[in-house]
Every structure is written in C-alpha cells, then in structure tokens.
C-alpha cells in the first residue's frame, strides 16, 4: 500500500518549484491532491501533468482560502507553501514593498493553517500541517531583511500551532530549504545558481560554503516534506527541518 492512499493534500504554492515537486511525490505515494496558485495556466499545467485537482487562490485572499479547504471536504495533510521572493532595499524601498512580501510570505500561511486547522478539528481525525520555510529565518543575507523576517515568524508559527493544535491530533511542523534550484532561481532570465559569484562563493572546492558543492532540487525538498506528512511521523512535531546540504552547519 501506498503511503498517502486514501489521504486528501493541500498545496499551495503548487504550480512550480517546490510546491509542484511536492505535489507530484503526494500523488505517486496514492494522494488525492489539491493544488493553488495564483498562475491558472500554470496550475492547469501541473494538474494535467501529475493528475491533481488545481484551484486558482491568492493566499491573502483568507477568505478564497477558506472556500477552497471548503471544497476540498475532508483535508489530511496540508503544506503551506507559497511565497515569493525579490530583494528590498529596506531603507531606498517604500514599506509597501516590505508589506507585499510579508503580506504573502508570512500572512499567506497564516490563512492557510488557520483554514486548515479548523478543517482538521472540526473533523476530530487530526491531519498533518507542513510550512515551507528558508534558512534565511536564521541567517541573513542582503537584500533579504522582509523576507528573513517572515520567514522567522513562519518557524515560530510552526512551533506554536503545533502547540495549540497538539490536543486535536494535529502535527505542525517546518522544513526550510537552502539554495534550492526552482523558478525563483532565475533572475533577470538567468539562474543565479549558474552564476560565476555564485560557484565562487559557495562551492568553489578550495573552501565550498555549502559542503555538498551544489544547489539543492525541489525534490529534495519535496522528500523533507513527505517525511512530515508521513502517516509513520507520529511524535514529531514543533520542528524545523533544515534542508540545505551543510550551508547553515559551516563555519
């Protein structure tokens, strides 16, 4: 028997990159799964793709949201993660620029657990809730002060929901993922990742930042994820799994 038969997933976040690499492994592991974007091409895409159910929803929207788990009935594991990423000046950018990254980045997921949590007490069955969260929640990096701040209040997120919800059967937990090859890799048209500055600072052999010497895959992540939404996972809960091939361990 497949690990998720019979299970019903949420993933938002579920037209590209992780979402889409997590998506993918729900369904070869027997899922039903549901799928949201704000992209309906894309989401059309994937959904015939993988053979998932997709609905276009702006995860700001908590009202959209809620109508969303709404139609999806009974709701067994959900992984919140959409997001989206560019560099803020966080003096020379207004603050609106700093509220729309955080209005998805952090808000987004909030709506999400929020519908989610409720679904799941409501049916007195438990579920699995999984944040998809960075690195950058600990360390910093320029450029990134909005998006390093939402991303920390993501992993306190995780540890307090699974606090709270513990009582219901609920396990609440975060995986956050380092340099990770996806969509948001590409910059200007070109993938960061490919980079000269990046090779040289990262996983130049001499001395490679990142000790694995390469980026990571979406589905890599993806495995991180299924770990969590594991029917077998049943005491792990309130973590932050870091995914980031040895990055955040190096001195």
Known sequence: MKSLEGKTCLVTGGGSGIGRATAKRMVEEGATVWIVGRREAELAAVAREIGCQARVCDVTNAER?????????????????????FAIDPLADGIERWREMVEINLWGAVHTCRAAGEAMVHQKTGGRIVI??????????AGSTPYGMAKAA????????????A?????????????????????????????EWFHKFFIAPERPRIPLQRPGRSEEIAEAVLFFAHPANSYCTGAVLTVDGGLSAKF
Do not use: K, Y
Not at 169 to 184: D, F, K, R, S, W
């Open 132 to 141: 998809v969260s960075s690195i950058l929640a600990e360390l910093a990096e």
């Open 154 to 165: 993501l992993n306190q997120l995780g540890r307090q929901l699974a606090v709270e919800w």
């Open 65 to 85: 949201v809620r109508a969303v788990v709404a139609e999806i009935g009974t709701l067994d594991v959900v992984v919140s993660n959409a997001a989206v990423s």
């Open 167 to 195: 009582p219901h059967g609920i396990l609440v937990n975060t995986v956050a993922p380092g340099c990770v090859e996806t969509p948001m890799s590409f910059v200007s048209g070109s993938n960061e990742f490919e980079s």
